[in-house]
């Protein structure tokens, strides 16, 4: 599995319930992706991370579910562009 897929996997477990939003963040640190996406993807990826660190750190845990998902769907939307980028090169 590429790493691109990865990504979309991680955030499919974090949306059904696999994982808590604590290791959805953990994994997401874990996953490298190619250097020609250093500017899309690894952006999107870094700001995903800190914004479940706000979401763990800010918000009451009732809630870490809501904005966790939103997170995870932003997230799976810019893996499948930066997916389309890479197919058309």
């Known amino acids: 599995m590429n790493s691109i897929e ?3 996997e ?3 477990d974090y949306k059904s319930g696999i994982l808590g939003i604590k290791e959805f963040q953990k994994r997401l640190e ?3 992706l190619p250097d020609e996406l250093k500017n899309t ?3 999107a990826q870094h700001n995903a ?3 479940l660190e706000e979401i763990i750190f ?3 845990e009732a809630e ?3 904005y966790g998902d939103m997170v995870a769907d932003d997230l799976i939307r810019a893996a499948i ?3 389309k980028y890479l197919e058309k090169e």
Request: aromatic share 12%; charged share 35%; proline share 4%.
């Open 6 to 8: 990865k990504l979309i």
């Open 10 to 12: 991680v955030c499919k």
């Open 30 to 32: 874990t996953i490298l």
């Open 41 to 43: 993807l690894e952006k």
């Open 49 to 51: 991370f800190n914004k």
């Open 58 to 60: 800010c918000y009451p």
């Open 64 to 66: 870490y579910k809501q």
């Open 81 to 83: 562009e930066a997916k």
